[in-house]
């Protein structure tokens, strides 16, 4: 599975780093702490959290993360934005919840059993 | 630090919280906080209450009859739920910013049974106002945002506690954003600076301060900043954070 299927499978809002859409998706990692998603995110993961911060973006890149996913209909700050764009990492949306977000996508990687 | 000629030590509480944090308790009155304050060996104590300014003119006020002086200033807590300490150099900017603030802050009402009391008293302790906007929420400037508007207004720009996991800019953004002026880093009295430089090499670069971040009125001074200056003036605690003119400080 690819970032691209994922825009796809949930209708999802591509704001940013449209380079990096075909990046493999090994998984998922929800928090809005970013020290901890330095910590315990890995490579290859998605990143859902509502944190539009331009520090989001380095870290994704630092840990070689798929893609964000901003949830509740928020869309990247503008330096956010362009450092997804110069790094190659998507920055996605949905209008979703973070609980529901997360939901659909652990079904649909069980299901695909990347999970 | 030793002492230079023309210079003088202050002793400084650079953050702490009154009666109209809803999370600080009702005996830090201008007058009781005052009291403490001067017991602790205070020459300064800076006035940051959440996302408002508005007890720190009768704080200072109280404070000036007794010798002691007020440093008016804010604690933001930001969007990204990262909290920042802003000080002003009057009044003027200070209540600019106030206005800023709350209409910025979620419109979220306080509920005192489970949030605390947060009132604006005057120099009698008596009751002039209760904000109704719950002020430990976040206000919808992100820490960029809050650092401009800070420095539009002519005021310093100090991330607090950033040792702490709770609300410190490392553990909300998990490093201290590049482009991020900050005119210092304020750092609790769990830490020690040069604990947390050898774990955040980059950190060297900054100037540290420390306040109690007190809520209450025994915790005023358990934790400060000794300031090296000429005068105990807006501009000499600019000096000092900037390291320049030989003034100083190192934290207690």
């Known amino acids: 599975m690819v970032v691209s299927d994922l825009i796809e499978k949930f209708g999802l809002t591509a704001y940013s780093g449209k380079d990096g859409l075909d990046r493999q998706v090994t998984g998922g990692y929800a928090s809005d702490l970013l020290s901890d998603v330095m910590g315990h995110a890995r490579e290859g993961q998605v990143w859902i959290t509502l944190q539009t911060h331009k520090n989001v973006m380095a870290i994704a890149s630092l840990k070689d ?30 209008t979703r919840e973070a609980f529901e977000m997360v939901g659909e996508l652990y079904e649909a990687f069980k299901e695909h059993e990347i999970l | 630090m030793k ?14 919280h009154t009666a109209l944090s809803p999370c600080g308790s009702l005996d830090m009155g201008p007058q009781n906080l005052v009291r403490h304050a001067v017991e602790a060996g205070l020459d300064m104590i800076a006035v940051t209450d959440h996302n408002s300014g508005r007890q720190c003119r009768s704080v200072a006020r109280v404070a000036s009859d007794q010798g002691l002086s007020v440093l008016c200033g804010v604690e933001v807590n930001t969007r990204e739920e990262v909290h920042c300490l802003a000080y002003f150099p009057s009044f003027r900017e200070l209540d600019a910013f106030d206005r800023l603030l709350y209409g910025q802050l979620a419109d979220i009402p306080n509920d005192p049974d489970k949030f605390g009391y947060q009132v604006v008293v005057d120099e009698q302790e008596q009751i002039v106002d209760y904000p109704q906007k719950l002020l430990i929420s976040s206000v919808d400037m992100g820490v960029d945002e809050v650092e401009q508007a800070v420095h539009r207004l002519g005021g310093l720009f100090i991330p607090a506690h950033i040792d702490r996991l709770r609300n410190g800019i490392i553990a909300q953004l998990g490093f201290i954003p590049p482009g991020l002026k900050c005119d210092a880093l304020e750092i609790s009295r769990h830490s020690n600076v040069e ?20 809520h209450h009125p025994e915790d ?25 003119g030989e003034r100083k400080m190192e934290l207690l």
């Open chain 1, 65 to 94: 993360l798929a893609a964000v996913i901003l949830v509740k209909g928020h869309g990247p700050d503008d330096d956010a934005a362009q450092q997804s764009n110069e790094e190659g990492v998507p920055v996605l949306g949905t």
């Open chain 2, 195 to 214: 604990t947390l430089v050898r774990e955040h090499p980059y950190l060297a670069d900054y100037s540290f301060l420390r306040g109690s971040d007190a």
């Open chain 2, 3 to 16: 002492l230079l000629r023309n210079m003088k030590y202050y002793k400084a509480d650079m953050h702490l």
């Open chain 2, 220 to 244: 005023i001074g358990r934790g400060g900043t000794r300031f090296q200056l000429a005068d105990l003036t807006w501009r000499e605690i600019c000096m000092a954070l900037e390291g320049t």
